[in-house]
């Protein structure tokens, strides 16, 4: 049974400092990077949006309500954290020209910044990333760390990275969209709406990941190759198998390609030799999740086991405040990067 307990995956370096993130929302600071630019034109209103301490999900049926349209009707490009001050686009299918007072149906925590129009619905995972700014509150330095020490840890995740975990809050409160999975997996249950099942499989399948990684972090092997790798170009999902010699090497010294780590599913891993070993070993650790993954019909897929966060800045507000400014790529999270330098 998985234990609703901290999750151990390993970290790359230790802590240097504990403090407080989310003190209030706005430390938290996200604006979304699109990977398209509205044309003006088309059946979809598109909406650029800013919103304070609001959930993504619950701001889309506050949208449909308004323009009197179902909720699947109303799209985003990836979800953002509720504490915090996001910035994001949606889009609402509305064909007929009409004009919405959108404002006046909505709390004074959202705020409307441009509206216009587009061909398409924004799709999960149409954009390019994030850009993060966070504030952390009551700094301690830790093991008579130093202010140095941390602008020595920044210099270094710029030119190597940083394990690319998933989240924590990918696994829900107390890890509870891990436990609904594997008792889905048993049989104890089925989830009735499409959508809890995706998170209940999308939970199970980033556990398996985290523990690739953590494995590879431990072995000190995540930025770089061993035998059997498959790899990933830096900013793509495009990835491909070679062997390890001098080019491989540079690449991934220069960031522009990544070892890459299993997604668990139904087919054949495209790791090889040692790295196909760690994946199987994981596997066989958590029978009911690897499994219940195939059995849902969930292929094979990579995700890269190194984030590259080159942009990375940090400014002392005052002797306990730190402020991080980076950007991120879609799907990978702040957090991974925090846990990298702070308790």
């Known amino acids: 049974m998985i234990r609703k307990c901290q999750a151990n995956f390993q970290r790359a370096s230790p802590a240097l400092f504990s403090g407080k993130i989310r003190s209030k929302n706005e430390d938290f600071i996200v604006e979304e990077i699109p990977s398209i630019t509205p044309t003006g034109n088309g059946e979809h209103i598109c909406l650029k949006i800013k919103k304070s301490g609001e959930n993504t999900d619950w701001l889309a049926r506050q949208l449909a309500k308004i323009a009197g349209v179902k909720r699947r009707d109303v799209s985003y490009a990836g979800m953002k954290d509720r504490h915090a001050v996001t910035t994001q686009w949606f889009s609402i299918y509305h064909p007929k020209p009409q004009s919405f007072n959108w404002q ?3 709390p004074e925590t959202v705020e409307i910044l441009e509206e216009t129009r587009h061909e398409r619905k924004l799709r999960l995972g149409t954009l390019q990333g994030n850009q993060f700014q966070l504030i952390i509150r009551d700094c301690q330095l830790l093991n008579n760390n130093t202010h140095a020490d941390i602008a020595n840890r920044i210099e270094y995740i710029r030119q190597h990275g940083i394990p690319n975990y998933f989240g924590e809050q990918r696994f829900g409160r107390n890890f509870n969209n891990l436990q609904k999975a594997e008792d889905w997996f048993s049989g104890k249950f089925k989830p009735k709406k499409r959508n809890l099942q995706s998170i209940f499989l999308s939970a199970a399948r980033s556990w398996i990941f985290n523990q690739i990684l953590s494995e590879r972090v ?16 830096d900013g793509s999902k495009s990835w491909f198998i070679d062997d390890i010699d001098e080019t491989i090497t540079q690449r991934i010294q220069a960031q522009e390609i990544h070892p890459t780590g ?3 599913g139904k087919g054949k891993l495209a790791s090889q030799a040692d790295m196909r070993d760690i994946e199987e070993k994981i596997a066989k ?14 292929k094979q897929e990579r995700r890269r086991l190194r984030l590259s966060c080159k942009d990375i800045t940090a400014k002392w507000l005052d002797e306990h405040r730190l402020q991080l400014n980076f950007s991120l790529t879609a799907g990978a999270y702040a957090t991974s990067v925090l846990r990298e330098l702070m308790i």
Do not use: R
């Not at 650790?285 to 849902?296: A, D, N, W």
């Open 104 to 106: 006046a149906g909505l």
């Open 218 to 233: 431990k072995q000190q092997t995540w930025n770089h190759a061993i035998a059997g790798d498959v790899f990933m170009l």
């Open 262 to 264: 299993a997604l668990w």
């Open 285 to 298: 650790q958590y029978p009911i999740l690897s499994e219940g993954l195939c059995q849902h019909k969930l």
